[in-house]
Each structure stands twice: as C-alpha cells, then as structure tokens.
C-alpha cells in the first residue's frame, strides 16, 4: 500500500512564506512525476507546480517566481516552497505521484495525499 503524507500548511499574513512538505512510502518501486495541485472552494483542482524524476520543473504561470518545487529523491519527498504568499494562493493543496509498485513493476499509477489547508489572510 502507498501513502503521500502532507505537511507544513497553515495561515500566513499575505506576504509570508510556508513550506509544504509530502512524503510517499509504502512498496514503491519507482516514482516518475511528483507534483502540487490546489483546490480553492468552490473550484476545480489545478496544477500549481509539478516534478519529474530528471528534476524538470512546470509551475502554474499564477507562481512562477514565488513558488519553488524541490525533491529529495532518496526520501521519496517532494516539497513546495512558497513565497509571498497572496489571500489568492488560499486553497487545499494536494501532493500527487506517479510511481508503481514492487507488486506491480510496470503498471504507473497515480497516488495522491489527503490535502493539506492554506490560508492567507490580508
């Protein structure tokens, strides 16, 4: 079984920073792509900034220049590092990944965490 554990979300003043963090563990044989999306109320889940395993980087054209997406390979961890912050950037953030397990080597599937909150007060 595969768990993505997130943390770090919070309330922050518009301006301030936060740093998520998301784990996956359980038999993962590999992982491709990590990434972040984020739901706000009310709205559909967009990307927010995605990383693939040879480290190449997509972020939404909305945080480019503030937000950071970063991976510890060896920890299966990929973090989002995100800088002043706007009541805008106020949603459940989720992590997700595209691995496969030693259970099934060859079959990639699509994991996701249970969302971490961020508000952003102005």
């Known amino acids: 079984q595969v768990q993505l554990v997130e943390s770090g979300g919070g309330l922050v003043q518009a301006g301030g920073s936060l740093r998520l963090s998301c784990a996956a563990s359980?038999?993962?044989?590999?992982?491709?792509?990590m990434g972040w999306y984020r739901q706000a109320p009310g709205k559909q889940r967009d990307l927010v900034a995605s990383i693939t395993k040879l480290g190449g980087n997509t972020y939404a054209d909305s945080v480019k220049g503030r937000f950071t997406i970063s991976r510890d390979y060896a920890k299966n961890t990929v973090y989002l590092r995100m800088n002043s912050l706007q009541p805008e950037d106020t949603a459940v953030y989720y992590c997700?990944?595209?691995?496969?397990?030693?259970?099934?080597?060859?079959?990639?599937?699509?994991?996701w965490g249970q969302g971490t909150q961020v508000t952003v007060s102005s």
């Open positions: 997700n990944a595209r691995l496969t397990t030693d259970q099934a080597m060859n079959v990639w599937v699509t994991h």
């Open positions: 359980g038999s993962i044989f590999r992982i491709d792509v």
